[in-house]
């Protein structure tokens, strides 16, 4: 039989706890009474831990001659869920829960309502009521399941309200009005909104369910309530809505005051790596006391002599060359400091700030000081003998030498052709600091050492003897015509066809130059422009940094090339010959390749189908896309013997090696790593094992040209050991431990 809720309409006055209580307990005396009804749990007055919260704003919402709808805000049920609900009327309101009979209470109140969400405001409707009567309810918050295993919270409010009389029928929502109608706040804060729906006489409307609406919320949230809360600078249509009916009001929110201060002061300055020229810092960014994220003032303590600048001897350079700009607030960043010298103890401070260094800027406290000695000038060792100054040293000095001079330490020479011209098989010529131009070459090396006295052009100290092509005025930096020639030391840049050319000779190093900006002009012609060109045999390359090589491109710099070929032939290191033999035995390591938008970082081929025997390329580190071919590394012709290992390809196009060709005989590609393309294709049966593919590397700072690698870097001891390559790029022994891919060793 169903279950009768009823209680006299005495108990309903009874309003001390003991009475109540005293109820209950006759009201699961009844219900044990009824043998089809198992006993249900009742609620305990007494909240306990764990116990559901209560419902305390349930309110008769609106009333017709036989309907109630409840409102109610949803709780917790004391596990952090949503609670499920039991409606009830009070004691003196006879209600039957049920779903057919006569005079029998239903709708969406019936016991039970389902929770949702904690803090939602729910509605729900009591059917079969009678006319023109007065009703009033309850309901309790649980969890579990009702008469079953229940855990009931405390009794909610009473809501009470009188049915209509039979027959009619409540007004209906013509409108809705909000107060106030236009709002003007700060972001952060709250304005409480009130919506009066009103039927066509423009009479208010109590009890009516209304929602709530924002139309912009990145400017302005609204609660179920009405509150709206600023949330950015903007305007927002805030709408509530009522039995199909909306009202409008408008919020404009300006941006909260900021309050300006000082910048802040980095307190986690360090240094994350050294080299024998540079030191690289690291420090989280922060404000500039104004809401943004600060700019920074890098500084050397008291004791070390520093200019900042980009062309004199002796001067700090790279990314931490004042002003280092502000990113975001909490960022991790890292700058470089160059042109320092070996071995060397510098510390660093910065400071940040915000305005223009020098006209108005405010600063913050000086950072922490950051300490470390710049590695010793350390490099594989040069080829036997390494063309000692102990009895024929050459100098040449550009603003103090003299061609007609000796070319002694005290009696320079003035130009470096001048030296080439004279210089015999087992002389060092040492290039003093300095910008050097020339013609169309630049320097050409004509002469040749022996496979016992090479001939040797260094520069006194690495990247300060500067060859300069004056804006693409000179078509070749160095160009190397003899034979056993070791070039070591120099930057060469702004010529229009060739940083470095090895032409028609044998044995010749192309060691730890800095070689950029080569081929920027606007032509259409089909000659390539190529960083370090590789026309000879037994060529090695190692330790040099090559970047930004190549054509401009339609559109860029005003270029507008009349046909296609603007970036057909534009390399870092060009292989190729148009003999067999010509251009056998090229090894390419410990090398540095980036920003090769307009070329490949290397490329074999020749026009003239010969294969080359003896091509490896190992231990470099490869960064950036290339234009519409595909791989950092392009073998285009025939090749023998070919070993490409440990090095790291960084966000390729389409892959890190791409075979364009077939003829290929014995070639291994292994312990690469590519990260955002794979490792190589183009060719099948080629051996492949241990790379790693699509692997990030973990740059200490990509952005920053910063190629080292950080401590969790997968490359660390990923690396296939080679004898060949004692040495990284900064000069560390690489065997006191497993194999860093990449130009550097991590230690």
């Avoid at 198992?38 to 309110?59: C, E, I, K």
């Avoid at 400091?337 to 913050?364: C, D, E, H, I, M």
């Avoid at 070459?441 to 260094?458: D, E, M, P």
């Avoid at 056993?484 to 702004?494: H, M, Q």
């Amino acid at each position: 039989m169903p279950f009768l809720f009823k209680l006299s309409h005495r108990v309903a006055r009874m309003r001390t706890r003991a009475l109540l209580l005293a109820a209950a307990a006759t009201l699961g005396a009844c219900e044990a009474s009824d043998p089809s009804v198992s006993a249900p749990t009742h609620p305990s007055f007494l909240t306990t831990t764990g116990a559901p919260a209560g419902v305390t704003d349930l309110a008769a919402a609106a009333m017709t001659d036989s309907s109630a709808t409840l409102t109610f805000t949803e709780v917790d049920d004391g596990t952090g869920a949503p609670a499920s609900y039991d409606v009830r009327g009070v004691p003196g309101a006879s209600i039957t829960w049920g779903a057919s009979a006569p005079s029998v209470t239903r709708g969406t109140c019936a016991t039970p309502v389902a929770g949702t969400t904690i803090g939602a405001k729910r509605t729900c409707t009591v059917l079969g009521l009678a006319p023109s009567a007065t009703y009033s309810f309850e309901l309790v918050a649980y969890r579990g399941t009702l008469r079953v295993n229940a855990v009931f919270g405390p009794l909610s409010s009473i809501a009470s309200g009188k049915t209509a009389p039979r027959g009619s029928v409540p007004a209906p929502v013509a409108s809705v009005v909000l107060s106030p109608a236009t709002v003007s706040m700060v972001a952060g804060s709250t304005a409480q909104l009130t919506a009066t729906p009103k039927d066509s006489a423009g009479t208010a409307l109590s009890g009516r369910p209304v929602s709530w609406a924002s139309g912009n919320g990145g400017v302005a949230t609204v609660s179920g309530a009405g509150v709206v809360t600023g949330v950015a600078a903007g305007a927002a249509t805030i709408t509530a809505t009522s039995e199909g009916k909306s009202g409008t009001a408008t919020v404009t929110v300006t941006a909260s005051p900021t309050t300006v201060t000082n910048p802040g002061t980095v307190t986690d300055l360090r240094v994350a790596g050294v080299s024998d020229t540079g030191v690289t810092l690291a420090f989280t960014e922060v404000t500039n006391g104004s809401g943004g994220a600060a700019s920074y003032d890098v500084r050397s303590v008291p004791g070390n002599t520093l200019t900042w600048g980009t062309g004199a001897p002796s001067v700090s350079r790279g990314t931490c060359a004042t002003p280092v700009a502000a990113t975001t607030i909490g960022a991790k960043r890292t700058c470089t400091v160059l042109g320092l010298a070996p071995s060397t103890a510098y510390g660093f401070q910065l400071v940040a700030y915000r305005g223009t260094l020098k006209v108005n800027a405010v600063f913050g406290g000086l950072s922490n000081v950051a300490t470390g000695t710049t590695a010793g000038r350390a490099g594989p060792p040069p080829p036997p003998p390494s063309g000692s100054c102990s009895s024929a040293c050459r100098y040449v000095d550009g603003v103090a030498g003299n061609d007609a001079n000796p070319g002694t330490s005290s009696a320079p020479w003035r130009t470096i052709q001048h030296a080439a011209d004279v210089a015999n098989s087992g002389d060092t010529v040492i290039v003093n600091d300095g910008v050097y131009t020339g013609g169309t070459n630049v320097v050409t090396i004509g002469g040749s050492g022996t496979a016992s006295a090479w001939l040797v052009f260094r520069a006194a100290h690495r990247w300060q003897a500067i060859i300069d092509g004056r804006s693409s005025s000179s078509a070749v930096g160095i160009e190397i015509n003899g034979s056993y020639v070791r070039v070591e030391g120099f930057e060469v840049r702004n010529t229009s066809r060739y940083g470095i050319d090895a032409y028609n000779g044998h044995d010749v190093d192309v060691v730890a130059n800095h070689v950029h900006d080569v081929g920027h002009v606007c032509t259409d012609d089909v000659g390539g422009r190529v960083g370090i060109d590789a026309y000879a045999r037994n060529v090695t390359i190692e330790r040099n940094v090559v970047h930004d090589v190549g054509r401009f491109g339609p559109g860029e710099q005003g270029c507008s090339p009349s046909t296609g070929n603007w970036q057909n032939h534009d390399h870092g290191i060009y292989e190729g010959s148009e003999h067999a033999g010509q251009s056998d035995n090229l090894v390419v390591r410990n090398n540095i390749f980036y920003h090769f938008t307009h070329g490949w970082a290397i490329q074999r081929y020749d026009g003239s189908g010969t294969s080359v025997n003896g091509l490896t390329i190992v231990n470099n580190t490869f960064v950036g896309a290339n234009p519409w071919r595909d791989g950092q590394i392009i073998i285009a012709t025939g090749a023998s013997n070919v070993v490409i290992s440990n090095n790291i390809f960084y966000q390729p196009t389409t892959a890190g090696i791409w075979f364009d060709t077939g003829g290929l005989t014995n070639v291994t590609v292994s312990n690469n790593l590519s990260f955002g393309a794979a490792v190589s294709t183009g060719l099948s049966g080629v051996a492949s094992a241990s790379n790693l593919v699509n692997v990030d590397p973990r740059f200490v700072s990509a952005s920053g040209l910063d190629f080292h690698v950080q401590s969790a870097s997968p490359a660390i001891g990923a690396g296939m050991t080679l004898s060949s390559v004692p040495n990284d790029f900064d000069g560390y022994s690489r065997s006191g431990g497993a194999y860093t891919i990449g130009a550097y060793q991590f230690h």
